[in-house]
């Protein structure tokens, strides 16, 4: 029997390796057959590796003491000593709570946001008024923050449009400074985020819907199901894995609510509540000239986002069996 048992572990191992052999061979014979694919995506993976792979080295920083007159390499070693600081700073959790209050609200305003228009508009059958609408809530998208942050703080200040508004309908009875109540400021960041990126966001689910069977709907419109009704029971059912791999991409961005438009927003009366990790960074780290500071908590932004993607895609392919990777 143990001999059996041996020849049976020796032809398994034959038999692994010869299967490599034969991925390999597949794999080659595939990249030499899509050579052209190659080559146009090998300008691309150069970028990504020069701009987001090679920086990592930079990561070093954190455990050092780091001096630029004398260079990273002849910078003295502290070990963790700037993760201690940086998880003993209370302005630090203050700045976690902020970013993750910015960002889960942006995260599910415009994820529902982007499907309910993205919805509306593969609904709509003049194709030249869906065209105009498509165009205009793409828009926002190409303007930079610089322009859209003054455009929202042009709507929102004491003597705009949102508060001549109100005080005609009577509403409020005085004008009220929206952009500098403490309080307004996590919800102003979400809807001003969502009406700049609405648009752009609701393309790839208007993609998903051109991919649904047309003979459904007519199936669904000879027993009688109306438009409601055909909208919950195919359309949002056909595009839910596009919806599950968005929602698991999504998580790994839970820690960033989006720099330039909380810098260009954010004023000394609203500080508590819109000095999020990245302004932290900017605020304690670059001007202070405490570089490793500064990358110990980018380190710790990074760790947190892969950890909610990965995290992300182990509950969805545990609850539906579908991952991203």
Not at 190 to 213: F, Q, R
Not at 214 to 237: K, M, Q, V
Not at 296 to 310: C, E, H, K, R, Y
């Amino acid at each position: 029997m143990a001999v059996t048992d041996a020849r049976v572990e020796v032809l398994s191992e034959e038999k692994m390796v010869n299967d490599k052999k034969d991925n390999r061979k597949k794999f080659f014979k595939k990249l030499v057959q899509q050579k052209e694919l190659v080559l146009i995506v090998l300008p691309f993976l150069v970028l990504l590796i020069i701009f987001s792979y090679v920086p990592l080295w930079g990561w070093i920083i954190a455990f050092k003491n780091f001096n630029v007159a004398i260079g990273i390499n002849k910078s003295p070693w502290v070990g963790l000593e700037n993760f201690k600081m940086l998880f003993e700073d209370h302005t630090f959790y203050q700045s976690i709570r902020n970013t993750l209050g910015i960002s889960i609200l942006k995260y599910f305003l415009g994820f529902f946001s982007s499907i309910t228009l993205a919805v509306l508009i593969n609904e709509v059958r003049n194709m030249k008024f869906k065209r105009t609408v498509q165009t205009i809530s793409y828009l926002p998208h190409f303007v930079s923050w610089v322009v859209a942050a003054s455009i929202v703080l042009d709507v929102l200040s004491p003597d705009g449009v949102v508060n001549q508004l109100l005080l005609k309908l009577h509403i409020i009875k005085q004008s009220i400074n929206f952009i500098g109540v403490p309080h307004l400021f996590w919800p102003l960041m979400a809807l001003s985020d969502m009406w700049k990126e609405v648009g752009w966001n609701s393309i790839i689910y208007l993609a998903a819907m051109t991919a649904i069977d047309s003979e459904l709907y007519e199936a669904a419109s000879i027993d009688g199901a109306g438009r409601i009704r055909r909208i919950f029971s195919i359309t949002l059912p056909s595009i839910v894995p596009t919806i599950k791999i968005l929602l698991i991409l999504n998580a790994g961005w839970i820690l960033n609510a989006g720099f330039e438009q909380v810098f260009l927003l954010s004023n000394p009366m609203v500080i508590d509540y819109s000095q999020t990790l990245e302004l932290y960074v900017y605020n304690y780290g670059i001007p202070m000239g405490r570089f490793s500071f500064a990358t110990a908590a980018g380190i710790f932004n990074s760790v947190v986002s892969l950890a909610m993607v990965t995290l992300a895609n182990r509950i969805s392919k545990a609850l539906s069996g579908e991952s991203a990777f």
